[in-house]
């Protein structure tokens, strides 16, 4: 099989054959992507459809001596953060917020009761939730980690930062969600003592 | 250890991350306090969610051949990846070749204007090399006429002073002789390269800078018409236009490849001016505010001016009916690409100064 690197040469030498086969390469992997930070299906795929077509445009400025799958994933991530910034989706979050209320105020978890399941969905709905608000920096570290499964090193590659700040980012928007997270069942005023499946 | 010093850990330790010795002193401290624990149990089902793929949807089954579709109708832009087998660049080419158009015509009025001054009749006259003080930038490079054709007929543009061209184009003869000119307005930029460029004398590179002079009125009287002289002007060979696969264009003609222009601009329609021997290939451009980008490009040493007809025009722009069909402005320069040259004519409905600055970031390959 052709690396992705040799099918670019041939792209560039005029094989739009290479190309589809780069599109198959790649297509789920970047819906993927994009999906998680969009979160809507069609406008998902209308991003996957335009990073293919940027990919295919500026192809030419592509690194020969580097690889090619950070070069796309970085357009594709760079791409759905630009459109989510047109639409004004970003969320901003006050991280000064001081959440210090004892962990066995909140519910969830907690417990491995399995009367707990029914509530342990439900955090888990919350914790979804709560990803969606985070601001799409910490939400493209978060996915390229957890859903892609990527290491510090490859995420470092994609965003065009150092691994050292890769992880202090990944740290930070854990935390982020840890937050938003706890601010979410201080206002519904959830607490232990209400919740008594936990 | 402290709650405090967990809480640095507690990512690293739910992702299983840390080093054993350091996992057991945790492990310990959970067993002690339960507010922790339940931090780790919150911390592993986000892990979980965050891992979660169990929602994520699939593609439709024929997003592939959608790509390929839009891509196929879009154009071609790989082929810029020329860029790599070419030492210099389209645009510093471009500029190199200006500028040593530039150093081309200091050096020939140098040597001429000896020959220039005794048919001078005022003050005026021995402005003469005023063509390129008048905001505009204008070089001639010799492309191996004898220096005594060349002095003669540099003479005639002297001797005229301020001509205009009144006569056809089309209906010229290559010689000097055969053009008519009325004695009736400024030397302009435009008339001398066209004087230069019918004769063979030499190829000029020009930067017009200034748009509300005489040069557009030779260039077109016609405002729809965004290159030709007048609809009357065109020959038989150049009526109407063929459109084109951008990505044939430059194997159709041998001109160099679609031209790259700022990412603003799309790409509407590819024209081939000529129904016979395409050597003139014009690209029509637009932006997201409707404003339009005509890019017409042909061999310099092709005697005849880039023109193109009305009909070819709007045959292209029905094509996208909400284009503005009102070309207004246009710059003429050449370019050299691999030791070829070419003249380049830019016009659109945007202003002179954003012309003469899209006109520096509009590059080609061969």
């Given at each position: 099989m052709l690396s992705d690197e040799m099918l670019a040469d041939r792209i560039l030498r005029g094989d739009t054959a290479a190309f589809e086969e780069l599109v198959n390469r790649y297509k789920n992997s970047i819906f993927h992507v994009v999906y998680r930070l969009v979160g809507q299906y069609q406008e998902a795929e209308d991003i996957t459809q335009e990073?293919?077509?940027?990919?295919?445009?500026?192809?030419?400025?592509f690194d020969r001596t580097k690889r090619f799958s950070p070069w796309i994933?970085?357009?594709?991530?760079?791409?759905?953060?630009?459109?989510?910034?047109?639409?004004?989706?970003?969320?901003?979050?006050?991280?000064?917020?001081?959440?210090?209320?004892?962990?066995?105020?909140?519910?969830?978890?907690?417990?491995?009761?399995?009367e707990a399941m029914f509530e342990r969905k439900e955090i888990m709905e919350d914790i979804r939730a709560a990803i969606s608000e985070l601001p799409e920096s910490y939400r493209s570290v978060l996915i390229l980690r957890y859903q892609m499964d990527m290491n510090?090193?490859?995420?470092?590659?994609?965003?065009?930062?150092?691994?050292?700040?890769?992880?202090?980012?990944?740290?930070?928007?854990?935390?982020?969600?840890?937050?938003?997270?706890?601010?979410?069942?201080?206002?519904?005023?959830?607490?232990?003592?209400?919740m008594s499946a936990f | 250890?402290?709650?405090?010093?967990?809480?640095?850990?507690?990512?690293?330790?739910?992702?299983?991350?840390?080093?054993?010795?350091?996992?057991?002193?945790?492990?310990?401290?959970?067993?002690?306090?339960?507010n922790c624990s339940n931090k780790v149990k919150l911390t592993v089902l986000e892990n979980e969610v965050l891992r979660d793929n169990s929602d994520l949807p699939l593609l439709a089954g024929d997003?592939?051949?959608?790509?390929?579709?839009?891509?196929?109708n879009s154009g071609n832009a790989v082929s810029r990846g020329h860029k790599w087998a070419t030492g210099l660049g389209p645009k510093k080419a471009g500029r190199f070749a200006m500028a040593a158009s530039a150093v081309g015509l200091v050096v020939l009025v140098a040597v001429l204007a000896p020959h220039i001054m005794p048919f001078q009749e005022n003050a005026q006259v021995a402005d003469t090399p005023s063509v390129v003080s008048d905001q505009r930038q204008i070089a001639i490079t010799d492309l191996?006429?004898?220096?005594?054709?060349?002095?003669?007929?540099?003479?005639?543009?002297?001797?005229?002073?301020?001509?205009?061209?009144?006569?056809?184009?089309?209906?010229?003869?290559?010689?000097?002789?055969?053009?008519?000119?009325?004695d009736t307005s400024p030397l302009t930029v435009e008339t001398a390269r066209q004087f230069a460029d019918q004769d063979g004398v030499g190829q000029v590179a020009m930067v017009d800078e200034s748009y509300n002079t005489d040069t557009r009125d030779v260039i077109g009287s016609l405002p729809a018409a965004m290159y030709s002289q007048s609809s009357q002007l065109q020959s038989s060979s150049r009526q109407g236009g063929i459109n084109?696969?951008?990505?044939?264009?430059?194997?159709?003609?041998?001109?160099?490849?679609?031209?790259?222009?700022?990412?603003?601009?799309?790409?509407?329609?590819?024209?081939?001016?000529?129904?016979?021997?395409?050597?003139?290939?014009?690209?029509?451009?637009?932006?997201?505010?409707?404003?339009?980008?005509?890019?017409?490009?042909?061999?310099?040493?092709?005697?005849?001016?880039?023109?193109?007809?009305?009909?070819?025009?709007?045959?292209?722009?029905?094509?996208?009916?909400?284009?503005?069909?009102e070309a207004t402005q246009q710059v003429n320069y050449s370019i050299d690409i691999d030791g070829k040259t070419y003249q380049v004519t830019l016009g659109g409905t945007l202003t002179p100064e954003e012309l003469s600055e899209l006109m520096n970031e509009i590059s080609f390959e061969n």
């Open positions: 990073v293919f077509i940027l990919v295919y445009d500026k192809l030419y400025q994933h970085r357009i594709a991530v760079n791409t759905a953060i630009s459109n989510l910034r047109k639409k004004k989706k970003v969320v901003h979050l006050s991280f000064d917020e001081s959440y210090g209320q004892p962990y066995e105020d909140y519910p969830s978890v907690l417990e491995s009761d399995p510090n090193a490859e995420i470092a590659e994609i965003l065009g930062v150092s691994k050292e700040n890769v992880e202090v980012r990944i740290h930070r928007a854990r935390k982020a969600l840890r937050r938003v997270l706890l601010k979410h069942w201080e206002e519904r005023g959830l607490k232990k003592h209400e | 250890m402290k709650c405090q010093l967990f809480d640095r850990y507690l990512f690293d330790y739910c992702d299983d991350d840390l080093s054993p010795v350091l996992r057991e002193k945790i492990d310990k401290h959970l067993q002690e306090c339960s997003f592939t051949n959608r790509v390929m579709h839009q891509i196929t191996g006429e004898s220096e005594t054709e060349m002095q003669v007929e540099t003479k005639e543009l002297a001797q005229k002073r301020s001509i205009q061209i009144t006569e056809p184009l089309a209906e010229r003869n290559a010689t000097a002789d055969s053009y008519q000119v009325a084109i696969p951008p990505e044939q264009a430059n194997k159709v003609t041998s001109l160099p490849t679609r031209p790259q222009v700022p990412d603003s601009f799309t790409l509407i329609n590819t024209v081939n001016s000529y129904s016979t021997d395409g050597s003139v290939i014009i690209y029509h451009y637009r932006d997201k505010n409707r404003r339009s980008i005509n890019i017409a490009i042909k061999s310099a040493l092709d005697p005849e001016p880039i023109m193109i007809s009305q009909a070819s025009t709007e045959a292209a722009l029905r094509s996208v009916p909400e284009v503005d069909s």
